[in-house]
């Protein structure tokens, strides 16, 4: 069972200046907690909190998504998935966990799955980078897009969709793209419609970034090959702990409280921390649901507060020779979440060789010994200086642990909006950009748009 | 030539608020910005400024590189990087740059030179992932430590010199092995004099995290074929720049003054986000530069500062789905640097296609254009709400235009450093975490730390 061990963000390890007194803090906030805990309960699965209820879907979709994905997984040689945010960043997380590091690299009997493709960009260097590697005759294409009117998506369609008819004929090529949508919502659901594409539903109520458990993932997953109903299962487990109303049972409402009371102690930055290298996109989706759920102008009366805590991704070992010494000696700013595995299923030992002198205190260890040594060095140097940190520890990296984690991470987002009183499911400051964009490309009905960017005048003098 | 755009960050377009008054400020503050440039200037190429003076190498060392690594670029499979920190975030950011996007993923022929792994982690997954795909007999190793003493790299060499022992004997196996390190220091040094390694010398004065352009970097460059004279000439043309006294013809001077009037207005989180997907190390090397060397806890008379700022990394237009949201509505706790390319050099039209009735207003235009209207709409957004913003706009993406970048991300963090009257260099709060994880495997000498370690009493009660 995933556990979290927050001992480092109390009084009784960091000492009064920086620790938080947590029984003494959880009774003075009392009310506050259960409000929010209330707040969130009460309306459990319904409106933008559909994505609660997904770890609880019937079998019945996960066999229709079993046997849509059997023969690709058995067939294809790439499976590429065109999306970006909430359409990409679940999708690399479970899958970077579960394949081997180097799938693409292996042979097709080794990988026993199509290669992997989340393309999450629209660089042209990147997008054609794809098309001289992707085996184009045997590969397939998810197009995932929760509105049908992503920019970037459509993009990519276009221009995949085009080569694939060119190359196969418009008939053949109709096979090779599934799109993954709202249905009746948008241009590519009406496209898809028009063109006989695969099309997979997600729920009104269920964001981008909270999509993870959705179609969006799960049919890359199956795909992959990968255990859903484990994944699931560890997702609904973990749900249920954090539906238990005492706090010191709920591992994301006490996560949640804890972390409102950082920022509300100048503690602007939440690092999140993976200590393996499979993990390291957790982080990034971590950053996604901590970042556009959290960062608010607006409270739910519509009052200025300009809410939000910066998530910063990190990755250990590696970035103990890039960030630590900034985590240990710079401002008391941060919150750091190390997020450790205890078994990683394999062990590499390493060697002492004959007539060397060098490394004796390493030889006869492991690289786990090794890397897991390094993290709790990291921690006690943390800690020992004073900074807030907790450790989220998964027993191993597989479908029920990631399910537990996923679910953990989203509760935790949850609360800490309900604890903020901001609306966690939105995301209006994205809408500027969008419609700049639309105005710099010319399209109908943004001239206005366009007029107010061109009025901004630049000084030659300030560029250099 | 490599430009930076600056008036995002000024009372011009930001507003009294939120912007800088430059003029004012430069003129107010122009002794302490003299200072900071004169104590740069005046030790320039001394001590740990050494590494100043790399982009003025001798040709013998050029020479000596491209003669050392054109077999290998011929013959080699494989070309892993063995190095953590400062010994592969350079290399990183170059080769990304200007290799293929999917350089692995290619055929030998279409490659002209061997695959590359740079390895910078010792998760026992990633490294058994790396044996399971390099070919072995076919593949060299470099291995990057500047002391000769780094835990992780001494790891990882031990691992992969039985392993090439074993396989190909002791004689064949010394000659798959570079080592670069400081001359004459650390056990590995000792160990390739034994064993006959080839060695690289990294010069006293030359840290880790500015050691890009020193044979840390070149060795590999070789290997790649990159053009090591244009990555040299841009970086030089960068620092002549950088030394001008004028700071309004200096971009690091400049730049560096603006960041420290962010930091000092409580803007404590430096966003780095490149709009090229090949060039999103150089935010992971920027994260490195500048969280290590502006993260002090005492200034240079020794008062308690905590200092820093902390380094975001973002990557356009992906994060625009997943940090934009918190960049324009969050707290204004920021500064975000663009990087900008101007000329991709490649490009990808999005094609009409017949009968479809969607992205109407992207068809015809390119992905090229589509970033850059989105880069440009992102300013635009973050601009009208207030936030500081700079753009740093590369010509094209090529080795001179990368040497210019290297050169003034290093001056300028060189900059910040002096006026914000801290250690650049140094990195002592590193020092707790190698104790901490000598102490933890049991290294002879070490006791006292692991009984102090074991000191700290954690709680039950605070595990969920």
Redesign the interface.
Known sequence: ML?????N??I??LGKKNGID?DKSVKIDKSLIENAFQSVHSTRGQGMQEWMDLPYVNADLIEQIKSFTAPIKDSASDFVVFG???S??GIQSVATGLI???H???SAK?RKCPRLFVE???????????L??VDIDNAYFNVITKSGET??T??Q???I??LL?KRLGRHKAVQRIIITTTIGKG??Y??AM??GFKVFGIGQGVG?RFSVLSVVGLVTFGVLGFDINQLLLGARQMTERCFLPDI????AL?MAYLQVCSIKSGK??SVFMP????LKFIA?FY??LW??S????FDMQGNEI???Q?P??A?G??D???????????????VVTFLTVKD?????E????E?????D???G??????????R???E??L???GRANFNVILPK?DEYSIGELLAYLMMQTCFVGSLLNINTYD????E?????????????GYDRQLRE?EQ????D????
């Open positions: 556990k979290i061990d927050y001992n963000m109390t009784q390890t947590v970006i945010g909430g990409a960043l081997h590091q180097r693409n690299s292996l080794d999450d960009n629209i660089d042209p260097n990147r997008f054609l980078s794809l001289d590697c920019s970037e459509l993009a369609f276009l221009c969709y085009d008819i241009s590519l009406k496209v028009q063109e981008g010191y049972q709920n591992p006490m602007n930055i200590y393996a290298d499979g990034d950053s996604q970042g556009e959290l960062g608010k102008k300009y809410a939000g910066t910063m991704r990755l070992v590696t103990q020779h890039s960030q630590i010494q900034l985590f240990v000696e710079g401002p008391f700013d941060k990683f299923g394999v062990s590499k390493i060697p002492k060789i007539g060397l002198q060098m490394g205190f390493l030889s260890h492991t690289l786990n010994d090794l890397l897991d040594a390094e709790i060095a990291t006690w140097a800690t020992k200086n990296i995301q209006p400051g994205v500027h950009g969008k419609i700049a964009t639309f105005a710099r490309l010319g399209r109908q960017m901004i005048k630049k000084m003098k300030y560029t250099i």
